[in-house]
């Protein structure tokens, strides 16, 4: 894999990461209506917020590793891309 396209999919992978973590209140709640949705429409208010914190903290957590590598690929690619065009 050469740098250009490693340099752009570790891009790909940031950006994603971002938009998760910025959608991932919108998601939970999306998430935890389809819950509801297949428990018959109809749970306990307490219920509905331990899945709605739950989906959310998934989505944002997911969203904060995707940044994690996606940032960490940009700086490796950028301190040590002369030795990566070389394997």
């Known amino acids: 894999m050469?740098?250009?396209?490693?340099?752009?999919i570790f891009l790909v992978v940031l950006i994603v990461g971002f938009v998760l973590t910025l959608n991932s209140i919108w998601l939970g709640q999306e998430h935890a209506s389809s819950i509801v949705q297949q428990q018959g429409g109809s749970i306990d208010t307490n219920t509905y917020v331990v899945y709605l914190q739950e989906s959310i903290r998934i989505f944002n957590g997911l969203g904060i590793i995707l940044i994690l590598i996606g940032g960490l690929g940009e700086v490796l690619l950028f301190t040590r891309g002369d030795k990566f065009d070389k394997q």
């Open 2 to 8: 050469r740098k250009k396209q490693a340099y752009i």
